[in-house]
């Protein structure tokens, strides 16, 4: 038992118990920084410690506890954010070397500004796939991030440090983004909820970008009401974001009677294996859902996601990738450049499917409040792995983790990610798909699942066994 194992490990306990008086939070925070620093090695979710800020930040909380002030909700909670969020103090390198040498920003982004403003305190930036394109965090520049139930194994992404970090039980709370994927691939693989929210929700601004018309924001937790709390903490209007919707504050949780849940099945069953599929069925049935649903053209909503995210991306990096060719991750940075050269009237078109198809999708949230469906085709592969099988098919991993989320995120519909059992023991997710600005419903079911203890996330392993028994290198 190490000094960490001595306080609360949800954030909503954290801010309870520091605001009873329990312990400082520079008691927290150096237990924290302690057990990064003796097991994130073998996991390698971090790429910087904000360590004297966060001790500053933890001075700063325990003098206005003292003096008898009123905290903030999220008094004492330490989090981490994704690298490509401005930290104040440190360069954004959003994974790549290319920015290495940036200047140190200025500003913290708006959503780290907004935890900070709750109470709760940074401790670090995390690994990330360079630039945000990629399913596995395999990076190419800081090294592959593991999966913290099997150290062998990928921690999805392209969020995959945030994911590893809460699995780990390094902090409770992270912040990651998500264009075609990278929170529900990472919270499936390592078992944990996360939350992506409407297109436009959540702000942008002080984020590197990856495509501007599929960029979302979002978090991850150990469970519903953290991740609730966290969500709703984040809500603002944002000027500084074009795309942040100028509406009010809408909470996570409302009153609710009877949900109408369907599952998807079609697309969603024909690639995903037996667990995938498995953990779809047991949310639907948990959740009383009796019907399955297609979901209009699901592939040439991938098919749109995909051209609009190389096209997007390869001209946003377009210049790096003339000036430091040599420099950039060898896969995504050939993508970017096919991407880059791809016809405009493609574009064009995929836009068009992408409009029309979001009508079609739409009619089905008339009948239904929440569809569920798998969110990764299997559980974690092994890194380095190349091919996965899914019924039968050979498919490259990196690209195809996405295969269940990409349709999803290019209508922008809210999602939260809620982590399943299998027969492995691995953990898997599963999608509750909610109609635009209606987070409050996929969080509903999440609590549900909850309840039922049909959700599951697996408990923080103890890292000295997980090492033994997976051979991974520390």
Wanted: proline share 7%; with cysteine.
């Amino acid at each position: 038992m190490t000094a960490h194992d001595h306080f609360p490990h949800g954030a909503l306990a954290i801010a309870r118990a520091y605001a009873d008086g329990a312990f400082s939070a520079r008691e927290l925070i150096e237990a924290t920084l302690a057990r990064i620093d003796a097991h994130d090695a073998q996991v390698n979710a971090f790429t910087a410690i904000t360590r004297e800020r966060a001790l500053s930040e933890a001075d700063a909380l325990d003098t206005r506890r003292a003096r008898g002030d009123a905290l903030p909700p999220l008094a004492g909670v330490p989090f981490a954010a994704k690298n490509l969020f401005d930290i104040e103090g440190i360069a954004t390198i959003a994974g790549s070397r290319v920015l290495a040498n940036a200047p140190p920003a200025t500003h913290d982004a708006t959503l780290v500004a907004r935890l900070v403003a709750q109470g709760a305190i940074l401790v670090g930036a995390l690994n990330m796939d360079e630039f945000a394109y990629g399913f596995t965090t395999e990076n190419h520049h800081a090294g592959p991030c593991r999966n913290p139930h099997d150290l062998t194994r990928s921690a999805g992404g392209s969020s995959g440090g945030s994911a590893a970090a809460v699995a780990a039980g390094f902090v409770p709370v992270t912040l990651g983004t998500d264009t075609n994927g990278s929170v529900r691939v990472p919270a499936s693989l390592c078992g944990v909820f996360g939350v992506k929210p409407t297109y436009g929700r959540l702000s942008r601004h002080g984020t590197y970008p990856f495509v501007a018309s599929l960029d979302h924001m979002g978090a991850f937790a150990r469970d519903v009401d953290d991740l609730a709390a966290i969500y709703d903490a984040l809500q603002c209007t944002d000027a500084l974001d074009p795309a942040c919707a100028q509406r009010a504050f809408e909470p996570a949780q409302g009153q609710h009677g009877a949900l109408r849940v369907a599952r998807l099945g079609g697309y969603f069953d024909d690639h995903a294996n037996d667990d995938a599929r498995e953990a779809s069925h047991a949310a639907a049935d948990a959740l009383g859902a009796s019907q399955t649903v297609h979901y209009p053209d699901a592939d040439a909503a991938r098919g749109a996601a995909f051209l609009i995210t190389a096209a997007e991306g390869g001209q946003l990096h377009m210049d790096n990738l003339r000036a430091r060719y040599d420099e950039r991750e060898p896969l995504s940075r050939d993508r970017l450049i096919a991407g880059a050269l791809l016809p405009a009237a493609w574009i064009v078109q995929a836009q068009r499917v992408r409009a029309a198809l979001r009508t079609r999708v739409l009619e089905l949230f008339e009948q239904y409040d929440v569809l569920i469906a798998p969110a990764t085709p299997m559980v974690a592969p092994r890194i380095g792995d190349e091919f996965m099988d899914i019924n039968g098919e050979r498919l490259a991993v990196r690209p195809n983790l996405g295969l269940l989320t990409q349709p999803v995120s290019c209508l922008g519909l809210p999602v939260v990610a809620v982590p399943m059992r299998t027969k492995s023991g691995l953990p898997i997710a599963v999608q509750l798909i909610a109609p635009p600005w209606r987070e409050d419903l996929a969080f509903e079911a999440a609590r549900r699942l909850e309840a039922a203890q049909v959700a599951y996330c697996p408990p923080p392993p103890s890292f000295d066994e997980a090492l033994l028994s997976s051979g991974a290198d520390a």
